[in-house]
């Protein structure tokens, strides 16, 4: 059963800030995790974390249940898949499982 | 030059036959991972593993399985159980709670 949630697609702009929401309804999961995605490569992490962060052009804001990715001054070249993930506790001691959205394919008009 | 590879990027098969799908990193990381990707449909755990000599189901391990004799290497076999094998196949290593992912396989089953 779904339980990352995060835009199927999103489109913006060249140049402009672009938003990208996710939430979640698991209540022991504390860490959210953004990837970049380009099809046929590997899944690349952006930002992560249980507090706002940044890193260069990526800003992550964050809420108990919720988390945007911002990406700032975007590009042609930043047209791909986002994925949104959860960090929850598996069982067993140690371990832990990332839970991702379905991913939001972000089109950016030149 | 450390990294996480996969073999080989595009695999093709006949139904019915079984197919293992190569992972193997040289990060030194203990826990290995294996997620499937469909459209629309995120990523999606198959199995895990968090040590040598131990693995656990994820989410749709039906008709997959693993090994791990050595820490670099987590094979992923497809089964002819599978009922739909054609995916992009994903493995990822970790440390530190942050998951590394390899390039993928492009599995199509006919």
């Known amino acids: 059963k779904d339980q990352v949630f995060q835009p199927s697609t999103v489109a913006s702009s060249e140049g402009a800030v672009v938003e990208i929401f996710c939430n979640h309804s698991v209540s022991n999961a504390y860490n959210f995790f953004w990837y970049l995605h380009f099809p046929g490569c590997a899944p690349r992490l952006l930002v992560k974390?249980?507090?706002?962060?940044q890193q260069g052009r990526y800003n992550m804001t964050y809420e108990r249940f919720s988390s945007s990715l911002l990406i700032l001054q975007v590009r042609e070249a930043d047209a791909a898949v986002y994925y949104c993930?959860?960090?929850?506790?598996?069982?067993?001691?140690?371990?832990?499982?990332?839970?991702f959205g379905k991913g939001t394919k972000l089109s950016v008009i030149p | 030059d450390g990294g996480i590879t996969q073999s080989p990027k595009y695999l093709f098969r006949k139904e019915g036959q079984n197919v293992t799908l190569s992972c193997e990193q040289n990060?030194?990381?203990?826990?290995m991972y294996w997620y499937r990707q469909d459209p629309g449909q995120g990523l999606r755990l198959i199995y895990y593993s968090q040590i040598v000599n131990d693995f656990q189901k994820g989410d749709i391990a039906e008709g997959y399985s693993v090994s791990r004799e050595k820490k670099e290497s987590f094979p992923l076999t497809v089964t002819s159980a599978q009922k739909n094998p054609t995916a992009f196949y994903l493995c990822a290593s970790s440390f530190a709670h942050e998951q590394y992912f390899g390039p993928g396989t492009r599995l199509t089953v006919t």
């Open positions: 993930a959860i960090k929850c506790p598996y069982s067993g001691a140690g371990s832990y499982q990332l839970t």
């Open positions: 974390g249980s507090k706002p962060s």
């Open positions: 990060l030194n990381h203990d826990a």
